[in-house]
């Protein structure tokens, strides 16, 4: 089988065509990936940050062609994309940064003390080592940031693992030079052959998940994607952690205190539904308002001036088209539309679904479908308590948005539905746009992710990937040279 890359605008092949790689070009991969692990983990963490930064660098230098490429696979638009290699390498820098400054070597001890046990014990010294090689897929949506050294590869390595990454089909081209870029900048600058390696094909990402040497996964995708990859690593004779991102309808509450404007509202949140065609993982996809004409029209008036935007291959134009098709049958909702589509690529027009709170209590699951791509749901209601309730029977999600006065005497309950099941929770804005901080939690209960305890953004990630280990009654020397070696998130 071969992967070629396809023109989401045309729907034309183009470039070359990638094999898929076979059992044989595995087993050398993981075996290189494995013995390189065991140097890179060893090695001092500034100098793993140096070389992270030598990757970053290279990655800036080629960002022209990078874009080049990815906007001819994805039709993402080369602002767009120029935007996310910078992002991609302050990513990367960021782990840099603070491997340098030192911020991940501090082993916790605990002194000895005089006793029997409970209140006695000998000195302890609890650190963290890097878990092993790790399986990273890459994501279609963000060819840069969420893939194949995203933030998912730039924490695993920056925690001393080595990485193996599947390409995304949807980008194949884009996919492997940015791999290749990345391994001659991290050979150059010293790391060890094998460090980062890529393969490509369906069968080689079922086979990557479940080789015994891989000790972590990490994905973002789809829900059955996700979903048939995690059942597969929990059911190795060894199961590993598997940290997926899945898949999150995000939903966004607006009171009336929150809906002074409500024409510059509308077009604030048709901004965000249909920023990247609506095929982010933190698309609003529910948007709950009060009862308000003047906000429906708006609405309705302004989603006429938008226009289709491509998808990011046939298969998620497919997928979308048949959720929305399956939503609008469930629903009853009325269906608004924007400019209809004139090109042969893969694109869908725009769709707003209409309902109202009292119409979806009669079956609330509904609504938890995540509808990849410009469609959006829109839910009026009357009651503040009908809001909660709907909210309580959806799904986890990534983000939730609450746009009142600060001063509504409905916030704060609202605050805490929302944190019920969303892993971020956002005051007067929007969900698009995930910043890059210490501070930023990028999870949330499934199937928003695998692991609700864990973060894809931010410096945390890192901490998915670092393994405690703790070393009992060694003599001072030793200690000393096992801090030396240690690396701990703060």
Known sequence: MTIQSVNPRTGESFGPKFASTTAQALDEIVAASERACEVWSMMAADERGRILNAVADALDAHAEKLVEIADLETGLGKVRLTGEVGR????????ATALIAGDFISPTVDAAVDGAPPQGHPKFLRTVRAIG????????????????????TAS????????????????PQTSQTTVDIAIKAMSDAGAPAGTLAIGHGFEFGKAIITDPRICAGAFTGSKAGGRALFDLAQS???????YGELGSVNPVVVTESGLADPATFAGAYLDSLLMGNGQFCTNPGLLFVPENSEFLQALQEQLLLRDAGPFLSEATKVLHDKVRTALEEATGAKKVSGKAVDSLGFFSTPEILITSAGQMMKDPSKLSAECFGPTGIVITYSKVAEVISLLAHL???????LFAAPTDHSAVALVHALAKMSGRVAFNAWPTGVAVAA???????YPASTSTLHTSVGIHAIERFLRPVTFQGFPDELYAAISHDSVKGK
């Open 88 to 95: 991609t390498t302050f990513q990367i820098r960021s782990f």
């Open 395 to 401: 799904e986890g999600a990534l983000v939730g948005c």
């Open 439 to 445: 501070g930023q939690h990028h999870g949330g209960p």
């Open 133 to 152: 090689p790790v399986a990273v897929f890459g994501a279609s949506n963000f060819p840069f940031a969420f893939s194949v050294l995203g933030g998912d």
């Open 156 to 171: 695993a390595l920056a925690a001393g693992c080595s990485v193996v990454v599947k390409a995304h089909p949807a980008h």
């Open 236 to 242: 190795r004779p060894n199961p590993i952690p598997f």
